[in-house]
């Protein structure tokens, strides 16, 4: 079972909360969260209520001052969200443009630059995800903002960063 315990100030201090599943908000639980500790699984972590905002992935391992490792400034976690153990295959297919459109490429493994790798300048701008669970990072060499896709069609990414993805990196039960 996934757990992870948040607390109010860096360095484990402050009230906690402990999490085994999603939450949409803390706020009813704590009024900040400046540090984490992840015991078992793999999450994804939000600057804002309902699963918005800057988001940053963790597993298993502490945290004890996440907003200077990760450029958050003022910023604390709001919501989080659990990513299930996943042991199949992994395919994604992406396309060059919104909409399922231009050329499509199919992922089974790990994309350090879709731009060497596939000639795309611009990146990916929708993708469809089949099998797996995956982080899309928006320059090459996993980089930059990430966004966490799991299995179904993204027609395009204004509701997902707005970002251009440049490459793309399987969330695999290794990590956990």
């Known amino acids: 079972m996934a757990k992870v315990i948040f607390y109010e100030d860096k360095n484990f ?7 085994t599943s999603d939450c949409s908000d ?3 639980y704590m009024s900040r969260c400046h540090s984490c500790r992840v015991e078992s699984g793999c999450w994804m972590v939000y600057d804002r209520p309902n699963f918005m905002g800057n988001q940053y992935f963790i597993r298993r391992g502490e945290y004890p001052d996440y907003m200077s490792l990760w450029g958050w400034g003022n910023n604390c976690i709001r919501s989080c969200r659990m990513i299930p153990m996943y042991r199949g295959n992994y395919r994604m297919k992406i396309y060059e443009r919104d909409n399922f459109m231009g050329q499509m490429m199919e992922l089974n493994d790990d994309c350090d630059s879709i731009m060497d790798r596939y000639h795309w ?7 469809h995800v089949m099998d797996g669970h995956w982080l899309m990072y928006e320059h090459p060499h996993y980089r930059g903002r990430m966004w966490y896709f799991r299995p179904g069609e993204y027609r395009n990414f204004r509701d997902y960063g707005n970002l251009n993805y440049m490459s793309a990196r399987r969330i695999m039960d290794s990590w956990y």
């Open 13 to 19: 201090m402050g009230r906690s909360y402990e999490c």
């Open 26 to 28: 803390m706020s009813s």
């Open 121 to 127: 300048s611009g990146g990916c701008h929708s993708c």
